[in-house]
């Protein structure tokens, strides 16, 4: 159904490729999206607020907003500004466990606490996030007490992707780490956003 353009979707920009690509494949023309910067998560305490003043912004101007957020190891702050809103996210506690499903990634915890986990966003970004980011590329010697504990590098991909197992793979060899690979597809972030869809069809009729 074509409607009119009604849903803000305030998004991680780790999310952005992914929901671009569900939003032409559904043919969501009704449905913005507005992303916030995905380095955001080496400071997860500010995200609560980048979302409260994305909302504020945005709220006039649509009638349903909607988070494609988990909590993103906010500790519940980011839910205090969304009950605040009135407004929903997408369940769980980070991107890891949305995509893969609650039950699976307990699963992969339970098998592996010292797992760390790559997506396709953090697979296509490694060496600027992971590498450069961590500030392994000039002081190695910091590998050992960022990655010392894990045993494990979990990729879950969202694609099914040769080249893309292959790099996980050289991530895994790069950081010392066992690898795995799971072909996800979208998980929550796909039925959360068909929801809001259904919603919104709801709403219009």
């Known amino acids: 159904m074509d409607l009119p353009a009604s849903t803000l979707v305030i998004a991680c920009g780790a999310l952005a490729k992914e929901i671009v690509a569900l939003k032409q494949a559904n043919g969501w023309s009704h449905m913005d999206v507005s992303c916030l910067p995905a380095e955001l998560h080496n400071r997860p305490e500010k995200i609560p ?3 409260r003043d994305k909302i504020l ?9 909607f988070v494609a957020y988990a ?15 009135g407004v929903e996210r ?3 506690a980070h991107c890891y466990e949305f995509y893969a499903g609650a039950q699976v990634f307990e699963q992969l915890s339970e098998q592996e ?20 980011g961590l500030g392994i590329d000039k002081h190695p010697e910091l590998m050992p007490m960022y990655f010392g504990n894990y045993k494990k590098l979990v990729y879950l991909a969202q694609r099914e992707s040769g080249e893309g197992r292959a790099l996980g793979q050289d991530a895994a060899d790069r950081l010392g ?3 795995e690979y799971r072909v996800t597809g979208y998980g929550e972030l796909d039925s959360s956003l068909q929801r809001v869809n ?8």
């Open 49 to 51: 607020a980048a979302v």
């Open 113 to 132: 606490i010292g797992t760390f986990y790559l997506t396709d966003f953090l697979l296509r970004h490694f060496d600027r996030l992971i590498i450069h």
């Open 90 to 92: 997408i369940a769980g």
């Open 198 to 205: 259904e919603k919104v069809i709801q709403w219009q009729n």
């Open 71 to 85: 909590d993103c190891g906010t500790g519940g702050l980011l839910d205090a500004v969304l009950g605040e809103a």
């Open 177 to 179: 780490l066992a690898f």
């Open 57 to 65: 912004r945005f709220r006039s101007r649509y009638t349903h907003l």
